[in-house]
């Protein structure tokens, strides 16, 4: 059973364009967390978002929690926002931890 | 600027042999939060803590892994007797919540 699902997987994108990707998870939560993965390995938090939207330079992401789904956007992509795009949700009930999903993978070619 | 600093970044065991990660969250941080990244894309929460406590060790494979995080001192994952299948990048994080998260830069251990 998978609690978080993200689309696409994989998205290539010519430097300018719009990009969206998806997130709907199946339990309640009390926050969202969308990370960025570098080719490298380390993980930069981007948001977190427990109602309404949220915007930080060329980036924003929305939440809608009673569909229970979740976007980012990137305005004017980069190829320097080539990275993996990760929603993660807040799922234990008070724990705290982050239930992840599998990520999308992200190209942007110059 | 404030990090997660995370060491060592690579570290190789033989099967059977003990490993210890370590972790500095940043000051002022009150949860920790260990993670196990297995494939690319696959993450499995271990354990956090609140402060010096155990807060949630639901994630945590008892038999092998163990974890502290004492006052003045890194916190420490530790695994004995390390498996093939331990080999991974273990996360540590750290947060104030109203702030979200800070992710360490990960150790990557390889068990041959």
């Known amino acids: 059973k998978n609690e978080v699902e993200q689309s696409p997987q994989n998205l290539t994108a010519q430097e300018g364009e719009f990009i969206t990707i998806n997130c709907s998870y199946s339990?309640?939560?009390?926050?969202l967390h969308w990370l960025q993965q570098h080719p490298g390995g380390g993980i930069v938090s981007l948001f977190m978002?427990?109602?309404g939207k949220k915007k930080h330079g060329r980036l924003i992401a929305t939440i809608n929690i009673q569909e229970k789904h979740s976007s980012l956007h990137i305005t004017a992509s980069h190829p320097r926002d080539s990275a993996v795009y990760i929603c993660?949700?807040?799922?234990?009930?008070?724990?705290?931890?982050?239930?992840f999903g599998k990520g999308t993978k992200l190209s942007v070619i110059p | 600027g404030e990090e997660v600093a995370q060491t060592p970044k690579h570290l190789v065991r033989g099967e059977g042999q003990k490993a210890k990660l370590y972790c500095a969250p940043i000051?002022?941080?009150?949860?920790v939060f260990w993670y196990q990244q297995v494939l690319k894309n696959e993450f499995k929460f271990l354990i956090s803590?609140?402060?010096?406590?155990?807060?949630?060790e639901t994630g945590m494979p008892k038999e092998r892994f163990s974890a502290k995080c004492l006052p003045n001192s890194p916190c420490s994952l530790e695994i004995q007797a390390t498996k093939l299948e331990d080999s991974a990048v273990y996360f540590c994080?750290?947060?104030?919540?109203?702030?979200?998260?800070?992710f360490g830069s990960g150790t990557r251990l390889t068990v041959v």
């Open positions: 339990v309640g939560i009390s926050a």
């Open positions: 803590f609140q402060n010096e406590n155990v807060f949630d």
């Open positions: 993660a949700p807040d799922t234990g009930a008070g724990s705290y931890q982050l239930t």
């Open positions: 994080a750290s947060s104030q919540f109203s702030f979200g998260y800070t």
């Open positions: 978002l427990s109602s």
């Open positions: 000051k002022g941080h009150s949860y």
